[in-house]
């Protein structure tokens, strides 16, 4: 039910970031100052970041972390990281 839930949920918010109400008008001003279709831009883009929070939270898959938890560690971190100390220990700068 959730990943329904949020299926159309990202649906929606697709389909209301194509704004046509707001292109040819400028006015209203929202808070005297901000055209209506910036303020729209503004608040789509926070109710976006809060949908993404919400779909890492809820719908990230187990799996993929699960993976990353029993990985070995990578293979060229470790050799960069020897390598700056043995021009270290040779008094060398890298």
Do not use: K
Not at 51 to 58: A, D, F, S
């Amino acid at each position: 039910m959730t990943q329904l839930l949020l299926v159309v949920v990202v649906a929606v918010l697709y389909l209301l970031h194509q704004d046509f109400w707001f292109w040819r008008e400028a006015r209203p001003l929202v808070f005297g100052f901000l055209p209506i279709g910036l303020a729209y831009h503004a608040l789509y883009c926070v109710a976006v970041t809060a949908l993404m929070w919400i779909l890492t939270r809820v719908a990230w898959p187990a799996h993929l972390e699960d993976a990353a938890s029993n990985r070995p560690p990578n293979a060229s971190a470790t050799a960069s990281t020897g390598s700056r100390g043995s021009a270290r220990r040779e008094g060398g700068r890298r």
